[in-house]
């Protein structure tokens, strides 16, 4: 079974610009997380989406935002792009319950100039 | 709010020596609790999880962990580490019942020396 993925993996992006990354779960998946990675704050929740419906949210500007699609592929849009929002990018997929494995991708790298 | 604390943001430790890395965490609710390993510009993989029975929890590449409901801590320990351990290391819990928001600790950077 494939696994997660992640496109594009790196992204070089400058001040004031939008960016949207994708993210494939992995087959019969409902469940597409998306987390960002800092040096100084670590790995903060971004947001949640489960059958089409965002399920939860983290502590984000509204700048930060995403969609699911009817094949649970999932997308995360940043506008307005600022120099902290250089990050890595991790979306992790799981069947939906609260105790199951959440699998991760290996991340889309953001640099903001 | 859940939280978690790491108490150690970097353990040196000799090849073949035992290692333990420390979380303790914080909630008013129930939680399930995550081992998470994630190896230089990888994503995370998960090491073994703790959502109910016994207390001592065995998972992959001979990684175990401990739950102390009263200490509020599950710590991951390894007999004798290799060289291929070298990664960083994520406590992590969610909340029962909820839905998939996993709160992390700060992470553990485990270095092995030959």
């Known amino acids: 079974k494939a696994g997660v993925t992640q496109t594009p993996r790196y992204l070089i992006k400058t001040r004031g610009q939008q960016v949207t990354l994708s993210c494939s779960p992995i087959?019969?998946?409902?469940?597409v997380s998306w987390y960002q990675q800092t040096p100084g704050q670590g790995l903060q929740f971004l947001f949640e989406y489960f059958s089409e419906t965002q399920r939860n949210k983290g502590n984000f500007p509204g700048r930060f935002s995403g969609r699911q699609f009817s094949n649970s592929r999932s997308e995360m849009n940043v506008s307005t792009l600022e120099l902290g929002d250089s990050a890595l990018y991790l979306c992790?997929?799981?069947?939906?319950?609260?105790?199951?494995?959440?699998?991760f991708g290996p991340g889309t790298r953001l640099t903001v100039l | 709010a859940q939280s978690v604390t790491q108490l150690d943001s970097q353990v040196p430790v000799f090849e073949e020596a035992p290692v333990e890395l420390r979380c303790n965490y914080s909630s008013s609710v129930s939680v399930y609790l995550f081992w998470y390993v994630q190896y230089p510009n990888q994503g995370l993989q998960l090491l073994l999880k703790?959502?109910?029975?016994?207390?001592l929890v065995k998972g992959i590449n001979g990684f175990e962990a401990e739950f102390n409901k009263s200490q509020t801590s599950f710590h991951l320990r390894k007999p004798s580490v290799h060289i291929s351990d070298t990664a960083e290391y994520f406590c992590a819990v969610v909340v029962i019942q909820g839905a998939q928001k996993l709160v992390f600790g700060q992470g553990t950077r485990l270095t092995i020396n030959p």
């Open positions: 703790y959502l109910s029975g016994s207390t």
């Open positions: 992790a997929s799981s069947l939906g319950g609260s105790g199951h494995e959440q699998f």
């Open positions: 087959s019969g998946h409902r469940s």
